[in-house]
Every structure is written in structure tokens, then in C-alpha cells.
């Protein structure tokens, strides 16, 4: 079964939830407020460089789609938004990252202290609305979800070495680091539902964020190209290993593997030798490889909703399969 | 009612739970250990550098002396130690500290980045370990307590201008940083009695913390003099302003009120400038009137549990005041 959806933008997936979609941005709103000025002041910049609610969008089509509409969908959806926004609070600040969505991150507009402490807060925060929500079975799977998160952090330290990280170490880091909080997103939309559904839906979360993540580093080999006509190479620049490169290596010339070590070698690898070393991974069959992974994924998450039941938010959820494979940012 | 316990060691409040705090320092150990070579490095470290174990130690008594003996307590007191040591990780990231109970950091030994996601590790498998218990009663307590830590650490990022700090500001700090957990250890080793022992033994580990982190404060000034005869002055050295020195500023000559002005201005004050500044409190009451604060609020706790029926681990938490308040280090 193959489903048309070309040019899927992310108003399509949302069209059948986005009354739902303000509900959660107001509610993630009044979780977070806090009686401390500065907390305020943090919080009044988080929700300026909101994101796209990719995360709450697939929950509330889940719980729309799993036959068991859960009443609690909008709480449980800004609670994994909010997730979420923790983690990218510390990950800022672990990669001293100064720009997200084109903002200043917390480390870089306030201190690194006010991020580590404010990612803390938050993710406290969520913590206690699941609490609030008097059932262990969202804690249980959101919690275990931050820790394989925290583990995933821990990989990417590891992702810094070109010649031997592999692609398995690249699929266990995007498991842990992406999927995990899109699988749990959708799993946490179906709470409600018979036990098949809310496997599915896991299912469906693990790939579509597998094919999400895939797709996200092959935009920063292709991206550019695409707006500017210019690469970007954030990720070579930064000395990320990603899909497209492990991909390639096999297949570079003893040459072209010593100019990969070179790149990771030096503390800011020139413009030029970034380029030449995109071009080699394209050449070598690097990002062809990854949108063959991205698209198996796909078609992994289009089978794991094959049996749902009809309806427009089962079709969201496809076009969000679409979306997450065909985006351009 | 008085209660004579000079020169209580913290061996002797231990005394009725020791074995039962081998069991907790096991516990914490397998309830952290991880399918992941640099976290069980990590993790290696921080046995290592294995604290007083207070938090457990007075759970495991307000378990005992409330009369319902929970049999979760040894679990839950690892837990809480988690909590404790998950705040500290992420504390001595947000100073910058370097050494911690005699033995380098996490952020000094490993690094930044991965004192900042160690410390979600850890406060992740306390949640995770919390969900396993099936009950919510303890993770209420607890959420609220490590929310309440993370709000108490904002307000210590206010505790360096030491013209506008004052002693309520001061009370909101520690109560959020330290009597927070260490109330809710005692409440949460309590879930299993009359609300009545619960309540009271809340609020001892409220007094206690108080009377706990007003000393911490104090030793400070006094704990250098009494062991070599030289004072440490470390807070003032970090531009934190803690009791004494709130407590001893209305005292001050104009004169004086410039050279704490100067002393908070200096990035890195003389020793010399220290010392003075330290005889300055004293001279004005500072640490008198930190003792009798402390005083106070042993005087508070010891009153919490006087109804407690006797039992040799209310003996042990009314040791814990003696020891809280009494102790040079």
C-alpha cells in the first residue's frame, strides 16, 4: 500500500488537530510559569523560539487515530513538548550551541549556570504534571524515555571519531536520542487503546523518528544546496559523524580517507575542505545510502498504521511520514 | 523536655540503621550501573566519593520512629540519596567547582558536558526506580522537593550582591536547597503512618535542614579556626553571602559596609581583605546570631517529634539535631 503525498507540508499533518495545538501551547505556558522573575524571564524566551510541535502533534493524532480518544491528550501532549524543550535546554549547553531556531539559547543569552539549571526545572516540571494526572502508566514510559535520552547524550560524545564510528553506533545514538521521545509521543497518545494500537502507534513513533533524524543530517549535507546553492557542513564543521559520511568511507580512496581525518583533526576545518569532503561523500554514494535508510524507515512506519482504523488523523500521520522524508529544513 | 547529647557523632546517630545503610549504598549502586562504558566510569567515581549518607540515614529512622515500619525504606532512602546526588553533580557544574568532599568533581575529573548529562542520568533512574514502586504517594513528595531544588538554585544565583540580600531572601534559599529534601526524606520514610507522624516528622526534617545548612554556613566562618587555627572564609572568597554576614551588617561602620562592598567587588580578594571581613562579623554578632538561629530551629525540630512514642531511632533523630547543630566539618 503506497500512500501520494508530495510536497506534505507540516499545516497539512496538523490541519486535524490544530485547535488542540494552541490548547497545548497555552497549557505548556501556564505549567512552566513560575513565582521567580528570572524563571519568567527564561521562560518568556522559550516559548518565543517555539518550536513545531512535531512531538505534540503526532501524540494528539495518535490518540485521534487509536480508536480511544484520550481526554488528557492536550496535557499529555505540552507535557512531551515540554520534555522535550528540557532537552534541547541541556543539549544547548552541552554543545555550547549560541543559536536554535534561529534564537540565542538559554546558555548564550543568559549563562551557562541559568541553562543547566533551568533544563532541570523544566523537566521537574513535567514531572510533577504527570504526576498531577494521577497515573503511573505515562510516567512510566516518559521517564524511562529521558533516561535512554540522557544515555543517547552520551553516545553522541562518542560521535566525534570518523574512522570508527559505525553504523550501528549511528543507529543506536538516533534510537536513543530521537525515536525514543517520538515513539513514546505516539505510544502516550494511545494509552487508551487496545494493546495492538498502542504498539502500532510505538511502532510507527520509532520509525518515523528513525526517517526523521536520518533525513534531518542528510539536509545538512543538502540543505543549503537546495535555499542558497551553498552546502552548510554544520555537522563535518563540528566533526559530527552522521549516516552519509559512515556510509561513504568504505568506499574513499586511502586519499580521500586521510583528507577525512585531516578534517576531524583540525580544531576549524577550512570552508574549502569541508566542500571537497561533501562532494566526496555524494560522489562515494553517502547520501544516496541515507535516503535509502531514511526511506525503508518510511515505508517501516507506513506498515506499522496499516491496520488502523480510517480516518483523517490516520492520513495525518501518513502525510507526517512524507513530511518528515520530503521536508527541506 | 531537653535532650543531653554533647558530642553526638554522626556514628551514633546512625547506630540503629547501620546495616540498613549498607543495604542503601548496594541499592543506589545496581539502581545506577549502566549498559555503558563511560557512565560506569562515571558512576565508579561517585561511590567513590560517597557522603554521610544523612538524607538515608535519618529516612530509615522517621521509617522506624513513626511507628510504621515502611518496607520499602531501604529502597526509598537509596532513591533519595539519588536525588541527592544528581543535585550535586549538576550543582558543581553550575559553580564550577572542583572538589567536592576531598575528590575531584564530575565536571573537573570528566567534563562540563558530561557533568551535565550525568546528572540527568541519575535524576532519570531515580524517576525510573520511583515508577517501579506502583505507588504515587513518593513521587508526589519528591517531584515537588527536586522542583523546589531547582528554584533554590536560582535564588542562590542572587545571593552574591551583599547589600541586598537579606535574611528572608536567605531563609527562602536554604529551606528551597537543603530543608526541602531533607524534609521530604523524613516525610517520605513516614508514608506508611498516621498523617499526624507524617506531618511532624516533615516537619522536623524542616528544622532540621535549617538548623543543618545555618551551621554549614556558620562552619564556614569558624570551622578553619577551631581545626588549624586559621579561618576558611571560602563563601567570602565565592562572594556568597550566608547568615553571618547578613546578620552582622547593620552593625557595620560605614566604613566598614565599603571594605564588604569592595571585598564583593574584587574578583579574586585578598586573603587579608577576607580575614578582616570575617573578624568584622564576629566583632558585630554575625556568628552569634547565626548560632541562635540554629538554636532556634533545633529547638523547633526537637519539638516536631516530642510526641513520637519512644523508641531508640527517636532517640537517634533527636541525636540528628544534636549532631546537625554541634558538628565542626
Chains 1, 2 share one sequence.
Not at 170 to 184: H, N
Not at 187 to 193: D, F, Q, T
Amino acid at each position: 500500500m503506497t500512500h501520494q503525498a508530495a510536497g506534505v507540508t507540516l499545516a497539512d499533518v496538523q490541519r486535524p488537530v490544530v485547535a488542540q495545538l494552541d490548547a497545548v501551547t497555552a497549557d505548556l505556558r501556564a505549567i512552566i510559569s513560575a513565582d521567580f522573575p528570572l524563571i519568567e524571564e527564561v521562560n518568556g524566551h522559550l516559548l518565543q523560539m517555539k518550536g513545531k510541535l512535531f512531538r505534540p502533534t503526532l501524540l494528539l493524532l495518535a490518540s485521534e487515530a487509536s480508536g480511544a480518544r484520550d481526554p488528557r491528550a492536550v496535557r499529555l501532549a505540552a507535557i512531551v513538548e515540554l520534555i522535550h524543550l528540557a532537552t534541547l535546554v541541556h543539549d544547548d549547553s552541552v554543545d555550547h550551541s549560541s543559536l536554535r531556531r534561529g534564537m540565542p539559547t538559554v546558555n548564550a543569552l543568559f549563562s551557562h549556570q541559568i541553562s543547566v539549571i533551568m533544563g532541570d526545572y523544566l523537566y521537574s516540571r513535567a514531572i510533577i504534571e504527570l504526576v498531577r494526572l494521577d497515573d503511573l502508566e505515562p510516567l512510566r514510559v516518559l521517564s524511562r524515555v529521558t533516561n535512554e535520552m540522557t544515555v543517547g547524550e552520551m553516545r553522541q560524545l562518542g560521535a566525534y571519531d570518523a574512522l570508527s564510528f559505525r553504523e550501528a553506533d549511528y543507529e543506536l545514538l538516533i534510537r536513543s536520542k530521537t525515536a525514543s521521545l517520538v515513539a513514546a509521543a505516539c505510544e502516550v497518545g494511545a494509552l487508551r487503546a487496545e494493546p495492538a494500537w498502542r504498539r502500532a502507534l510505538r511502532a510507527y513513533g520509532d520509525a518515523l523518528g528513525m526517517a526523521f533524524q536520518i533525513t534531518d543530517d542528510l539536509l545538512d549535507y543538502t540543505e543549503g544546496e537546495a535555499v542558497t546553492g551553498k552546502p552548510s557542513g554544520q555537522d563535518l564543521k563540528e566533526h559530527k559523524v552522521t549516516l552519509p559520511l559512515i556510509a561513504a568511507l568504505p568506499h574513499l580512496a586511502p586519499e580521500e580517507r586521510r583528507m577525512v581525518q585531516q578534517l576531524f583533526l583540525a580544531s576549524e576545518p577550512p570552508d574549502e575542505e569541508v566542500a571537497q569532503v561533501m562532494d566526496m561523500v555524494a560522489r562515494c554514494g553517502g547520501l544516496d545510502y541515507a535516503r535509502e535508510r531514511a526511506a525503508g524507515y518510511a515505508a517501516q512506519a507506513e506498515a506499522s498504521i496499516e491496520d488502523l482504523g480510517p480516518s483523517a488523523s490516520r492520513d495525518a500521520l501518513r502525510d507526517a511520514i512524507a513530511y518528515a522524508v520530503e521536508r527541506r529544513r
